[in-house]
Structure formats: structure tokens, C-alpha cells
């Protein structure tokens, strides 16, 4: 599964606590050490979502993973983690996953959590979240981040899915994607595919470390940032309209996508609204 590369060795550590026994957020909770480990360690993938300092600060302030029931009847979800720290947690794998996700992309988790409350403090909390909370849910629960040559992200806008995925087939070597929302994690426990991701690319000035590497780099990364970002990069690249990826056909994901016809299903990869054909 290379879809959980970013979320190794860590995710492993989790998964053996549960197995010996452990609840889903004694598991976390016990991860917390590791992940700070990690991100000190993470390599250009993980980059300013996950860093050290921003997970570590965390920790200072006392993030931990609790049962879902210690929310006051009354109080939202996001309101809740803002005000103490804690991430309600259940017992099932979207909750795992989602406890995945804030240990290894703290940053990010935590600038969609301030802007959720944002909008609650502005709006209350109704019968509906309303559209922006709607889009920060979106993001949060299905959203893949794609930092890729632009022969690919260009492909990828028109969704020309031959070029995309056959004819610029080797350059798929030089792009990463990472999935972040814990819900398509969810999904993908159960490979299919038609499952979609909500793309969002992602410059390389974001994706650079912002911790030293433990081993000298084969090369310099370009316009390396020196601190920590603001949060004006996060929440351009949370603005940014969503592409959508059908993730299982990204090559080497996934074993039937060798198959020569694999692309020709129009059900999965669809051309653009108000286009002519699809490519064949």
C-alpha cells in the first residue's frame, strides 16, 4: 500500500499497539514520543505539515487523543480541540487514521481545525456547517497533496488522463502524492477503482524540510525555506479549487493499472465537463 509510505514507520507502531491489545487512542497517545522522532527525521514529503516544532509545540500544549465522549454535550468537535488540546477519538480506523494524520501532518490538522472554529465563533453552530466548513470537512477528510513535474499537474487541470497516466508514465518517478484526508485512507483499506482524491498541488517551496536531515541530501533543495511557514501558504493551498484524481490509477499503486485498457473506463476517468470525447 504506497499510499501509507508517509505515515511509516509510525502507522506500524500504532497498528502493533492495537494488536497487542491496546485501545485506538492508548495507541496514539503512546505515539506521540515516535512522532516527534519521525518528523525530525522526515524527509522533503512530509515537509512543513509535519515538522517537529509545530508536532512538539503540540505536545506542549497538551495534544492528546481522548474518547469521543469527553465532549460536553453542547460544544463542537473542533471548539473542543482548540480549547484542550484533545482529539476525540473512537474506537474504529476512520479515527485511527485520523489520529494518523495529526500526528504526522500537525500543522496542517491544526490550521483547519482554527479555521472551523473561526466560523463557529462567527456563525454559531446550526443544523448545517455551511459551505466554507463544508469545503475545510471536504479537505480534511478526502484531500491528496501533489507536488509533480508541471507536464503532470498540467495533464492533470485538463483531465487528459492518457497523458497523465500513460504517456508521462516514467515522470510519475519524480512526483510524490501524499493522501492526507482520513477518510480516503479509510476507503482505501479496501482498494477500488473509482475512489477519488481531492488534489491540491502543492509548490515545492512547501514540501522542503524544516528540519536538518539526518543525512546530507544528494541535492540542494531549491528556495528551501528557513523557518517554519505562516499560516498564509496553508491556507492558499486549503483555498485552492480541488482536482479531482482517481489515486488507484497512479502508477505503481496499484496492480491493475498495468493492464492496457485500464484507463479506458469513462465511468472512472472522466473528461472535463463541456468537452468532446475523451482521448483513447
Aim: aromatic content about 6%.
Amino acid at each position: 500500500m504506497p499510499w501509507l509510505a508517509p505515515y511509516q514507520p509510525l502507522g506500524g507502531r500504532v497498528a502493533r499497539q492495537i494488536v497487542a491489545g491496546r485501545t485506538v487512542v492508548q495507541a496514539l497517545n503512546a505515539a506521540l514520543p515516535a512522532a516527534v522522532d519521525d518528523a525530525a527525521d522526515a524527509s522533503a514529503t512530509a515537509g512543513p505539515f509535519s515538522d517537529a516544532a509545530a508536532i512538539g509545540s503540540l505536545r506542549e500544549r497538551g495534544l492528546r487523543f481522548v474518547e469521543h465522549g469527553a465532549v460536553p454535550a453542547g460544544e463542537a468537535y473542533e471548539s473542543f480541540i482548540a480549547r484542550t488540546g484533545c482529539v476525540p477519538t473512537r474506537e474504529h480506523a476512520h479515527d485511527l487514521f485520523n489520529g494518523l494524520v495529526w500526528l504526522r501532518f500537525g500543522t496542517l490538522k491544526r490550521r483547519l481545525n482554527a479555521l472551523h472554529v473561526q466560523q463557529i465563533e462567527a456563525a454559531g453552530v446550526g443544523a448545517t456547517r455551511g459551505a466554507l466548513r463544508d469545503a475545510l470537512t471536504l479537505f480534511d477528510e478526502n484531500a491528496a497533496l501533489l507536488h509533480a513535474p508541471s507536464v503532470l499537474s498540467d495533464a492533470l487541470r485538463r483531465r487528459d488522463w492518457q497523458a497523465l497516466f500513460v504517456e508521462h508514465r516514467s515522470v510519475w518517478a519524480g512526483a510524490t502524492l501524499t493522501i492526507f484526508g482520513h477518510a480516503l485512507l479509510e476507503k482505501l483499506l479496501r482498494p477500488r477503482k473509482p475512489i477519488t482524491a481531492h488534489v491540491r498541488l502543492v509548490p515545492g517551496a512547501l514540501l522542503a524540510p524544516t528540519t536538518a536531515p539526518t543525512t546530507a541530501p544528494t541535492a540542494a533543495p531549491t528556495a528551501a525555506p528557513t523557518t517554519a511557514p505562516t499560516t498564509a501558504p496553508l491556507d492558499e493551498l486549503i483555498a485552492q479549487p480541488h482536482l479531482p484524481l482517481p489515486v488507484l490509477g497512479v502508477p505503481s499503486w496499484w496492480p491493475p493499472n498495468e493492464a492496457g485498457n485500464f484507463y479506458q473506463d469513462a465511468a472512472v476517468f472522466r473528461p472535463p465537463r463541456n468537452s468532446g470525447s475523451p482521448r483513447s
